[in-house]
C-alpha cells in the first residue's frame, strides 16, 4: 500500500491550493484519511481527518479555510486550501487507516509529504 501526496507548491498569502492523496495497492477498504502537517522545528499536527462516511473534522487554525474531502471509488482524499497563510507553511502529510486485502485489521499508512510555502 502506497499513499502519494500531489498539489503543493509556493503561493503568495490569501490565494489557495488543492492536495491530493491516492492510495494504491491490495486495498480491501479505507477507514478515516486524513491531512497533518510539520513546520520546520515543529511536531506533526493534525489538519483535518475524513471518515469514510464523510464526518470531517479540523484543527482550529485552518475551520473556515480548508475543506477536506474524498473519492471513495479512486481511493482519493483532498484538501482545498484557502486563504492561505505564511503559518500554513508546513510539510503536508496524507495519512490512512487501510485495511490490506491480506489483512483484516487496519494499518495506518502515510506519505512521504508535499511541500507547501506560502510567501510574499
Known amino acids: 500500500v502506497q499513499l502519494v501526496e500531489s498539489g503543493g507548491g509556493l503561493v503568495q498569502p490569501g490565494e489557495s491550493l488543492r492536495l491530493s492523496c491516492a492510495a494504491s495497492g491490495s486495498i480491501r477498504s479505507i477507514a478515516t484519511m486524513g491531512w497533518y502537517r510539520q513546520a520546520p522545528g515543529k511536531e506533526r499536527e493534525l489538519v483535518a481527518t475524513?471518515?469514510?462516511?464523510?464526518?470531517?473534522g479540523y484543527a482550529d487554525s485552518v475551520k473556515g479555510r480548508f475543506t477536506i474531502s474524498r473519492d471513495n471509488i479512486k481511493n482519493t482524499v483532498f484538501l482545498q486550501m484557502n486563504s492561505l497563510k505564511p503559518e500554513d507553511t508546513a510539510l503536508y502529510y496524507c495519512?490512512?487507516?487501510?485495511?490490506?486485502?491480506?489483512?483484516?485489521?487496519?494499518?495506518?499508512?502515510w506519505g512521504r509529504g508535499t511541500q507547501v510555502t506560502v510567501s510574499s
Open positions: 495519512n490512512a487507516e487501510v485495511m490490506p486485502a491480506y489483512a483484516l485489521t487496519y494499518v495506518k499508512y
Open positions: 475524513i471518515t469514510s462516511g464523510g464526518s470531517t
